[in-house]
């Protein structure tokens, strides 16, 4: 059979693994052992890769195809190749028994066949191996690749139905478009209609217009041509007229000049002749000249002789007759062929207007004729009415029948198409239904999505917060070790901390303690007390915070040796490097070299009479090249365990033993329940749940819950019932139902109580349903058996190898760290090592380990335990799935089916059933705990993870299994099953293991029984033989007696060999120690711990308070010695009073100075001045080294060196005691373990004290006296005489100065004498110290006997008494010696001891080592350090006399370069502190003024710079003061001129620049253009002066023209300084308040930047030059000068024209009147009638506005009302308290309007409307007289001149306009009703006012250039 039992072919087949088992029995699959028994794809594909070339080999067609159809399982594709295998093996069984005969055949008719032989072609079946698994890789679903497409699925659905809103927003963006651009469309052709109609409308008009235009000009241009035809004939007439006129008078002047000469007697042709030297009888040419005179001067124009020449020449160019007749000829002919032409083309347009006549007449005859045809044809075929009248009600009924048909038909579809649709239409609503839901669920998932990661970002907070706080704690701590190191380093004047004073803090740090800082430096300045006593030890630093701290730091560097107490050994010499540098000398003797086995061997070789000297060894235990002695540390250790022992661990508690135990565990929804229900169906496992067990419990405890559905519920309704119940489990041997029902009722006092039930409590509640489940296998106590006088345990019982699947799963618990630590204790009694507290042993002996270390211990390998349970799966599930399955739950109500929305849909897909459905579990109520409780669970695996570390149901096999459950339901559940059939094989396999092994070791035992059995007869009957020979020695001879431990046991007279005692075997003879004796060691052992630890304390505070007292001491030295050295002298007094006097004597006698023997006499005082401060300096070095000589003998020194020498002292002596109660704590254990009783006392250590004074010996009174010196030459020379204390300071420490070489008698040397700073330190009482301290060391001694007499007892034994070795006998002479104890083998405990007597002595010298070694060093650097101290402090007087030598040098050179420079000392000098100081800021005379530069414009070629605009200003202030004094107009010629003036420059012209580059010569005509642009209507030739400077001023500038926000933000400047009784902005302003406003504001530095692009060229660099205040200056300038009168003023003075102008057309009308009356009748009283009307202001009304009587008409509405005669009002007043006018006046109205100018007429109205209104704004209302005012420009442009030839003032009146603005807007109007409408521009152009509100375009006219 095969390996599995086949259930589904399908499914069982589906892997390939049965496919190679059927082929491996048939010999056919020589690999099977590569096959794997898994459900995955990788496995799937490497099986059937493998089954591939067998199938081909057996003839069998196997394609990836077939492959992939049995991996998914298809039906029938698995037995369809097992058909072909079984068709093909049948074949290869026959061929197999042809060819042989003697084939077995077993029973079911299959031979033992062999595979066919091929021939191998390995390229070939690789490639189609290849080719097969690439084929069947694309065929088959990968796994993998169908979880991602799953996961990407809804990214792909919701990819697709973004697409479709996309597209359904396109078109309906489209649709929209298309929408508007329909309007559009529409729009564009009626807009085309209207503009086509309006097109039409004005060429209709403009040809009217055209036709006018043209007769206007026929006349016009008629008259012009008459006008100049008379112009033309009068000029010529003219031109006649004087040419007669000037001939006659010719004519006459030459007869009137002939008539005076012939009256004078003259002839003039006589005259003549003699003028030209002819005789009188002889003729002149000249008369024949001025006979022939046309002819002369024919010959003198033309080259023809005479006049007939002429006309013949001319005659000859003329054409002739015959070539004018030809001319004609040909043009005749032409004016022919073109008529011809004519004619032609005329008759062949007439032919075809005939032909088409002709076609159209032919077309209308044929369809007169069509339609009489049809008429005739339609008259034939009428039938008549009775024929109609059947026909009708024929064609009725059918027509009847046809539409009922019809209707029932159509009814019928519409009945079926509406229910049809309504079905569609619900199936519809239910599918959005199912959309709405998931996005539901979708949207579900990102609230919790974002819930999660809100928990987890204050998880994450929580713990920020927490590593912020520690952070700052450890950020505290540095700072304060950074503030202390500054403290140090004030304190030492090193940079760097001293090494053990940084180890220190490192330990505080560590201990998180903080480094206490001094409390103030100057504290170490006051004068120290030398030390005259050591300090009492008891009270230094207690045991607390940071001394605590440091006395554990340090206990810890002083036994390793480490820190200040590690020994430094001297560097090696390099004898090979030439280039080394030779080591500097010694400050002191080299430090002591401890050689551990060198010591050994000494104390072996000081007892060579030993006899086991050659069992000892000189080899040592070494940790970290130290020697320590281990034997020591292992007795301590071994003792402290056998003190604090530990209780035994508690026995695991009685679980049922069955083969499967698990636990699953996962998130919400992640299917723990479902997969363990499957595996509780599959491997016979009880389920436990929770909330089962919860339920259970409160079942039994007689709580009622009616919606249960547990067969328990039925005892929940009488507690009698529950009882019963628990009754009967009890007497069936299931007592643990009756603990359920008492934790039940726990659980019920706790819900009651209103708590929450513990962790402990479910444990114990699930432990306890665990063990309900299963009681019959819970283990039972095992018993013993008697046997003789032993106790035998119970033989364990072997049971069946055959396991069979059962046991019990738990799902759900448990999911935090502690609850899994519970459930363990509870189950198998384990403890987590790190919830467990550190043992009183472990602890102890950690602290030993310091004074005596033990041999490390090797530590055990981690090995998993079983535990109390096998497999802990957890089931991987992420947050979005989790969300996802517990969103989309619903239930149906109807049929109390539950479904998915997404996994699991109805699977009636045409039913109407989403609408229906409900949630399982309301949203609101899950989804809020549920994150949290994921949360909760993701945060809690890692410490669950170490905690499964420690289990596994085998130590190759973790307890943990991880399972993706993100897939199917299938795939996870495979997963785990996979797990729990390895983990059941795994069981058996082992258990049939162990039935072999307890098989085979019973087999053994009776083995062993059966020969002892067989001895022992052996024994008796041998015993039995003696007797029988010799009774009575059997019956004498004692049994043999056991030899004491420790003692080898002696056979035969025979000693047994040596054997040494093993180290680690020390702990069994601690163990074998008396109570009574092991309990006096431990006290000894206590008794050197505390004494050591507490001494070694003591040591180190008192050590750290000597450093923190040195330094102090020494920094206290350094300051009061520099304040002494900076003690005030009469130096500054000598200097004060020289300079003061120098001072004097130069200002006195100026010129005395530059005289040489002034000179002289002032070098001389100044070298007495310099000669007086030496001899100051040289005092103060006097009193200095007195003061460093006092210093040094305070013995401040030698007190701390003594300091320093009791300490180490101190060390020296608490190591002797350590060392002495450490061999004597050996010596009595070693004794103890032999059964020796505990050895004398040994002698106590001696005192090591170097500080005693040695007593001098007593002078005896009976010796002789030594006679006194002699006194002479020959006497010796006395010496000095030293004091207890220089003794005393030369034993501690003293200088050993290096004498000089020893000298060659005869050689001749030549060096230097020896240095005395040369030497090194010596510390004599240190070689003392550790003399006296070698002398405690203990020395080996040979092994005696102890005496074996008895002791007598006392009375009251003292338990802590030694036990004697030697008895009281009588020590007299001659009597015996008492006879020797008897021979004792020598014990190896005894060899162990002195070993480790050894081992002490060697650690107790390397300690007195380390103290040598740190003594030494500590002594070197005290006395370097204080050596150095001192040397410095005579280095600073050195220094110091220099410094003051140099200050007075510098001062006597300063002053001579005063004396030779003949100026004043202006600087204080100042001698402080050996420098001298010149204190610039401490002036003896007041400085000169700085020079500073003046700011200096750059130049532009473009831009006008100020000074060019001050003298344009100039230039026109005085053209206009030519004129008038108030003159703000210039005439334009006079502008002309003076600009050309300006801009004319010639070559080499030298004047100075007055206007720039591109201006100059630029032309008249561009000159002239620029001011045709400043001329205005009203003022034509002249040239607003101001606004031709501001725009010149302006131009150009980066800030450009001021803007609209600008000039509002200079109104809040102005607007509250307007004065009392005025109105903004009729006002004037000072120029200090002026330029306070932010004109020319450059927050960008647009001006800053130009200046920078247009720098000046100068040799120095000038000042900055600010452009904007110097512009606003300029500009105040030009407001002041050509000041306006205010807009009131103006508006009287116009007012006042208005009135004049009428009384003065008033009085001409009556005169003119006068004048045409003929009949001149008494005037009556009667009014005048009006002689013409007077339009409108805009002339509305139908008035002629060319009349001269505009100004006399008004309008009222619509209606023009003429004024008649005079005006009725009087004229009026001139305004009152107008403000005053001063020479620094600026107007604000004046300045603001000209900037108010814009770039078209409506802006520049729009800003003066905003600026200039009362309102502030454009949209506000304005007075009608505050838009006159700017409108017409009141108060800022002088007033135009009036009409010439009535003097009518140009501008209208303030009542003529008010007016018109009630007419229009009702007497106020707004910016907005004005701009851009045609109004403005109609009110503009009448009144000529458009270019009076427009800026003039200059910037075009001079643009900008860069040259």
Known sequence: ????????????????????????????QVDFDQFQNKNTYEAKIANFKRLEPTFKALGIKFSATQSNAMMNGERGASLRLLYQLKMAAERLVVATSVASDNTQVNNNGQGAVTKGIRVPRDQFDGHERRFFEHRLRATCLNVKQAREDKVTKKFQLEKHKQEIVAFEMDNIEQAHMEEQRQIHRFSLRERLRQNKAAKDDWEAHSHDLWQDNMQVRMSREMADIKFNERVFQKHKDGTLKANDSATMDVHHGVKDFEKGLSTLGISTRLQARSLKGIPDDQSSGSDEDEENLPERLLQQTTKAETAKELVEALQSRLPSAQELEHEAGLFMRKIKESKHAGSIARRERERRRRRVLVEQQREQEMLEESQLEEVLIDKLGRESVEEAAISYSTWRTQTFEEVFTRNRDARKKDYAARRKQ?????????????????????????????????????????????????????????????FASIQQEQLTDSPEVDETLWHEWMALFEANVPVSSLSSLADCVAEPAPLTAQPDTDSLLPDAPPGSSLNTAALLDYVSSKGQWEVVKPAEENPDDPDAEPPAPPLAPPPRVFDPAEEARKALEEVPEIQFIDKLSSELDFVEARPVNYRLGLVVASMLDRTYKMPPPKPAPAMPEVPLRLVITGKTFAGKKMCAEKLAEAYNLEIVDIDGVVRECLYLSKRPDLSGVNPVDVLSFAGEAADEYCQRLLSEGNPYAKELQDIGFAVQELLDEGKAIGDELYVHMITTKIRSLFPDDIPKEKKTVLHGDEVLPEEPVIGDANIEPRGWVLTGFPDDATRLALLERFLSGFVDPKATPTPKAVEMKSEAALICPRPPEEIPPVVRKPGGYDLHFRLELALDESVRRAAGRRVDPVTNLEYHIEDMLPPNEKSVIFERLVPVDGLAKSMGTMTQRIHKFDVAQPEVDDILEYFGPFPDV????????????????????????????????????????????????????????????????????????????AVDSPPPAAAPDGEAEVTDGVEPPFELVETNKLPEYVEKIEDSIFSLLVEEWRDLQSDFVSSVKKLFGWHRSHLADYRSGLFGIKTRFAEFLQRTDSRQALVDTFVQRFNAFTEEYPDMRKQDATKNELHQRAEELHEKLRMEAETRRTENNSQLEVMKTSRWVESQTEVLAAQVQYAVQLEVRRYHAACQLLTDFYYSAMCLGLPEAHAAPPIVNCFEEEKEEEPDPKAKKAPPPKKGKDAAPEEPVISPEEKADAKLCKWVPDGPKEEVPGAVTDAPPPDPSAGHWEFPFLEDLMAKASKAVWKLEDFTPPSMEPTPKEDAPDPKAKAKAKGKADKKKGEDEPPPPPSMPLPPLFVDLQQSLVSERATFTHRLTVIGNWAQRRLLQNATSSRSTFDHLKDWIVLRRQKELDAADGLITIIKEHIESEDFIRTKLNMENAHLHQRPNVLLRAPDPPVVPPPVEGVSPFRWTIEQLQGLLEAVSNATAALSAKARMLPSATMLNLLMQMTSVEVGDRKPVLVPASWRNCGTNRLKTLIAGFEHPHSAGSVDVVEFLLHVGLMHSPLGWPSLNTLMEIRKVLEPQTPTGCSWPDYYVSTEQFLQTPLFADSSGLEEAFAKKFKPHTTQAPGMFDRSSNQLRWVAQVMRRFVAPTSKQEAWELECGHYDYKVRKADEKERISEMLDDVRTTPSNSPRQPDADMPALLGVGGHDPDSDNNEDAHSVGAVSVESTGRPEKPRPEAPQNLPQLT?????????????????????????????????????????????????????????????????????????????ELDNKYGGQVRATDLVGKSEAQEMLKALNLGRRHKRAEVDKLFPKVNK
């Open 1 to 28: 059979g095969l390996s599995t039992n086949v259930s589904n072919f399908e499914k069982d087949f589906a892997t390939g693994y049965l496919f190679g088992e059927i082929l491996h029995k048939f010999r056919q």
């Open 958 to 1033: 973790p307890r943990l299994v991880e399972v993706d459950a993100s897939g199917m339901f299938d795939d996870t559940y495979t997963a785990l099953e996979e797990q729990v059939a390895l983990l059941l094989e795994r069981k058996r396999a082992e258990k049939a293991k162990e039935i072999e092994e307890a098989e085979a070791a019973k087999a053994e035992a009776e083995a062993k029984a059966k020969a002892a059995e067989e001895a022992a007869a052996a024994e008796a009957a041998a015993a039995e033989a003696a007797k029988e020979e010799d009774p009575d020695a």
């Open 422 to 482: 309504e079905k569609e239409e619900a199936l519809r609503r239910d599918q959005d239904l199912l959309d709405e839901m998931i996005e539901t669920v979708r949207e579900q998932e990102e609230r919790e999505r974002v819930r999660y990661r809100a928990i987890e970002r204050g998880r994450h907070a929580k713990r920020r917060a927490k590593l912020c706080e520690e952070t700052e704690n450890i950020l505290e701590l540095v700072t304060q070790m950074a």
């Open 1783 to 1859: 020479e620094d006046s600026v107007s604000v109205r004046q300045f603001l309007s000209y900037l108010c100018l814009g770039s078209t007429p409506e802006e520049g109205l729009a800003r003066a409307f905003a600026v200039l209104s009362p309102a502030g704004t454009a949209s506000g209302s304005v007075p009608g007289a505050s838009a006159h005012a700017a409108m017409l420009q009141l108060g800022v442009r002088p007033m135009p001149a009036g009409l010439p030839g009535d003097s009518k003032p140009a501008l209208p009146a303030l009542h003529k306009f008010c007016e």
